[in-house]
């Protein structure tokens, strides 16, 4: 089973307008963390939120946020107002386990969505 | 802010050929990855390391090597480069911190990879 899944392929927003990315996961362990990445044409990937399971609130970062549903296992990212350069591909990825700095960190990343914004 | 680099960004090479992929951090940081995205798709880990000499194989196999003779140094070699490299090789790199903080990993650039 795909532990993340993005099932939204590309998505085209006017400019100005929110947009909601989603993001699923699939985990059995209870300490994990949720991130989302852009990756702009030009190839690289910027960190843009993080939630960690056991987060009461749900993270925001500017013009970001992450509606998380644990019960739904649900990590989507929200973005308000929507600028021309918000255009990307956006990655869901999670970390299972603890982060404690001697555990596993490694990345699990979804298929991405590929934003697009309309002026 | 991680400083995290990667050369070249863009390679053509032809069939046959041992090539060696430069990733070099300078925040000090312990972790370092190296993932493989073919175009449109979500990135496959291939190697890590957690720290000096220390390196193991990620979830997606690869005919790559990896060394980590230096902390800030973590490039990858292909012996022998076929079409089926062709790709986007991504370098990362992630600290040791207080338990319970994101971790998150910090990106180059990217190699962007052409066998012919």
């Known amino acids: 089973a795909q532990k993340i899944t993005q099932t939204q392929p590309g998505m085209f927003v006017q400019e100005k307008e929110a947009v909601t990315l989603d993001c699923t996961y699939d985990?059995?362990?209870?300490?994990?963390?949720l991130f989302w990445y852009k990756q702009p044409s030009s190839g690289e990937m910027i960190f843009l939120i993080y939630?960690?399971?056991?987060?009461?609130q749900n993270a925001t970062e500017g013009r970001y946020s992450l509606n998380f549903q644990k019960a739904r296992k649900s990590a989507n990212l929200v973005i308000s107002a929507s600028q021309l350069g918000d255009s990307a591909m956006y990655f869901c990825a999670m970390r299972e386990g603890q982060a404690s700095g001697f555990g596993n960190e490694k990345l699990t990343f979804g298929t991405g969505t590929r934003l697009t914004i309309i002026p | 802010e991680a400083d995290i680099y990667q050369t070249p960004r863009y390679l053509v090479i032809g069939t046959g050929k041992k090539i060696t992929l430069e990733c070099s951090q300078t925040m000090g940081h312990d972790k370092m990855y190296w993932y493989q995205q073919d175009p449109g798709m979500e990135l496959h880990l291939i190697h890590y390391?957690?720290?000096?000499?220390?390196?193991e194989k990620g979830d997606l196999s690869s005919e790559s090597t990896v060394s980590r003779i230096r902390t800030e140094h973590f490039p990858l070699t292909l012996e022998s480069a076929r079409p089926s490299h062709t790709s986007q090789y991504l370098c990362?790199?992630?600290?040791?911190?207080?338990?319970?903080?994101?971790?998150?990993?910090?990106f180059g650039p990217g190699t962007r990879l052409t066998v012919l």
């Open positions: 985990t059995s362990d209870p300490s994990y963390g």
């Open positions: 939630q960690g399971s056991y987060d009461q």
């Open positions: 990362a790199s992630g600290y040791r911190g207080r338990r319970g903080g994101p971790h998150e990993q910090f």
């Open positions: 390391s957690y720290g000096v000499n220390s390196t």
